[in-house]
């Protein structure tokens, strides 16, 4: 069993700024037993250390993150279960212990501060998906034991972040055990990202200036993401042999812009049959 001694399993959300991670964390969270986030977007360094690109500070590339410290909060994660009392970096603040129940109420993240709107997915879609959870930890069914009801069961940490595949994050890549991709559209992500107010920081507040998304956003995407794709489109089709490779789930077979009842009704799917492989043993590449 490929979990014996870890206390949690790792599942990464990842994809274009606007894409949907945040909510959809939320959501798999509310819907799974034992589970917590951890979000990328907690590991920004300070404004004053960050890079700068087209004459505007880049927050949207790997060198804005403190990659050390989210290597060792993923594995202190898988080997206790919990975030660690206190990061190795002094600029980052520390977090306490997350609670066991949905709400996470202990769990000082500034990413918790930041709106995500309105929920896109119907209550009952919602209560439908909660409820095909239960019945698969009930005892008999195959995904009894995992996450509850037994001294080998794991946490299920739920890691959203905008850059978790690229070459860039390789160091952090061993320590997210399921890993799931989400896409977006330019037009999409652009709407999406320039209606938000802005972002809590480290310091406070951030808004995007003018042509952000243009400037900034979407071309780090592309330079990150476009290795996934074929001919580096990135609303093209996705190389369906580098996902196998790197065992990164995508909806390779829809466009770029599902809607999230449908992403969050297959995540559901991944998430059970991936812990299912992990359980037994036979977790695939």
């Not at 009392?85 to 993240?109: G, H, I, M, W, Y």
């Not at 802005?198 to 290795?227: L, S």
């Amino acid at each position: 069993m490929v979990t014996t001694g870890r206390k949690a399993v790792v599942v990464g959300l990842s994809g274009a700024s606007s894409s949907g991670k945040t909510t959809l964390a939320r959501l798999l969270r509310d819907i799974f037993p034992n589970s917590f986030i951890l979000h990328e977007d907690d590991f920004y360094r300070e404004e004053k250390e960050l890079p700068t690109k087209n004459g505007l500070l880049d927050w949207d590339c790997a060198e804005a993150l403190s990659i050390p410290d989210i290597k060792s909060s993923l594995s202190h994660i898988q080997d206790h279960g919990t975030f660690p009392v206190r990061l190795s970096s002094s600029k980052l603040r520390s977090r306490p212990e997350p609670t066991l129940n949905a709400a996470q109420p202990q769990f000082n993240s500034k990413e918790d501060r930041n709106d995500v709107g309105q929920c896109p997915v119907s209550d009952a879609a919602i209560a439908g998906l909660k409820a095909r959870v239960a019945l698969w930890t009930q005892p008999g069914e195959p995904g009894h034991g995992i996450l509850t009801s037994s001294e080998s069961a794991v946490r299920l940490c739920i890691f959203d972040g905008f850059l978790l595949y690229a070459p860039s994050m390789a160091e952090i890549q061993p320590h997210i055990d399921i890993k799931l991709f989400l896409r977006v559209g330019y037009e999409k992500a652009k709407a999406r990202r320039e209606a938000r107010t802005g972002y809590a920081t480290i310091e406070g507040w951030w808004a995007d200036p003018p042509g952000y998304v243009d400037k900034i956003v979407w071309p780090n995407y592309v330079q990150d993401h476009a290795w996934m794709f074929e001919d580096g489109n990135v609303e093209g089709k996705f190389k369906e042999d580098v996902l196998k490779e790197t065992g990164i789930h995508a909806q390779s077979q829809l466009g770029p812009d599902v809607d999230m009842e449908t992403t969050l009704l297959w995540t559901v799917e991944v998430i059970m049959k991936s812990l299912e492989e992990l359980s037994s043993g036979n977790e695939k590449p």
